[in-house]
């Protein structure tokens, strides 16, 4: 009996059978990609806005004073205004140093202690720091003594030594505003070692008798970044109080990683070794330049050594100060 021949399978018989699609596939097909796009752009259009708010003052305050995690990119972007060259209006306007030396203890009082809100403040601190008048240093010699929130007092001080720098660059007096000196020294003496390396370097830009008192006293301080911060401090000042700081950093040696390594860590702590050699090297400029006297053997001995420095940074800083003393000691 012969088999019946079997009718050819056409292309449709193994595909399964076509449905409308379901409003739940339609919602994640359209609806769902278009809110995730409608997001995006709100968010840069939020930013895009903040980033050119422009030099008006007013527009600053209304933005730091809302109530919202976005009022840290507002003060980021006033502080870069600021330092830009079209602020050179915001950096004489009285009121809005008034303003944001308000906002900057209001949030402080606030009790927040978030991220959003320490990086607020941080930005404030700078942004106080890049104004030209000394109305700006009442809010920062305010936050600079505040020991239960290092952190702040840190930026603070930090800001102080920048305002100091363009009081002093407009014209402003010769020296630091009255607080500004007693405030960073009351800095200085905190538990926090981060802070008292910052309140080195401040004491170190604005000098005066009494902040280079206590400059000598942190040259001898148990944490060795607040002693270079000290030693670079005094050698700005042209105070030979640094020398034996100095040595000690110049005297540093290399960290370099076992070969092949690409440990970070290793890494970062031949960067900081580097780096702070090149700022003894710097320190030792600093203080021949306001002394025109070359540094004792000691120095010089190291400094000649660091020409063979594994780094090359390092050798190039060593070459060009030992010119530096070769054209002194040819003047002389």
């Not at 050819?8 to 409003?23: G, R």
């Not at 507002?74 to 060259?85: E, K, Q, T, V």
């Not at 030792?284 to 594994?310: G, H, K, N, Y």
């Amino acid at each position: 009996m012969s088999q019946p021949t079997p009718r050819p399978i056409a292309p449709n018989d193994s595909l399964p059978p076509v449905e409308p699609p379901s409003a739940g596939f339609l919602v994640q097909l359209f609806l769902v990609p278009a809110i995730i796009v409608a997001i995006i752009v709100c968010v840069w259009l939020a930013f895009h806005w903040l980033a050119h708010l422009g030099n008006d003052p007013q527009a600053y305050v209304r933005t730091l004073r809302r109530s919202n995690e976005g009022r840290w990119q507002a003060a980021l972007n006033l502080a870069n205004d600021l330092r830009g060259p079209g602020g050179a209006a915001l950096k004489t306007d009285e009121t809005l140093a008034d303003e944001l030396g308000r906002i900057l203890s209001e949030e402080v009082s606030s009790g927040r202690t978030g991220e959003q809100s320490q990086t607020l403040r941080l930005y404030l601190c700078r942004a106080l720091g890049e104004f030209t008048i000394p109305a700006a240093a009442g809010p920062l010699i305010e936050q600079a003594t505040r020991a239960a929130d290092p952190q702040t007092s840190r930026a603070a001080v930090e800001a102080l030594a920048v305002l100091t720098t363009n009081l002093l660059a407009a014209g402003r007096g010769a020296e630091a505003p009255d607080g500004i000196v007693p405030a960073v020294v009351t800095a200085s003496r905190s538990d926090d070692a981060p802070l008292r390396g910052a309140a080195a370097f401040t004491l170190g830009v604005v000098g005066s008798d009494a902040g280079i008192e206590r400059l000598v006293q942190l040259a001898a301080d148990d944490n060795e970044d607040v002693r270079f911060n000290a030693a670079l401090g005094l050698a700005r000042q042209g105070r030979d109080e640094s020398l034996d700081t100095l040595a000690e950093m110049l005297a540093l040696a290399d960290v370099a990683p076992p070969p092949g390594s690409d440990d970070p860590v290793a890494q970062s702590r031949r960067y900081k070794r580097a780096l702070v050699v090149i700022n003894a090297l710097r320190g030792v400029a600093a203080l021949v330049d306001a002394t025109s006297t070359p540094p004792p053997a000691v120095i010089m001995e190291r400094i000649e050594a660091l020409e063979q420095d594994p780094v090359g940074d390092v050798r190039s800083s060593a070459a060009a100060l030992l010119k530096k003393i070769e054209r002194l000691r040819k003047a002389a």
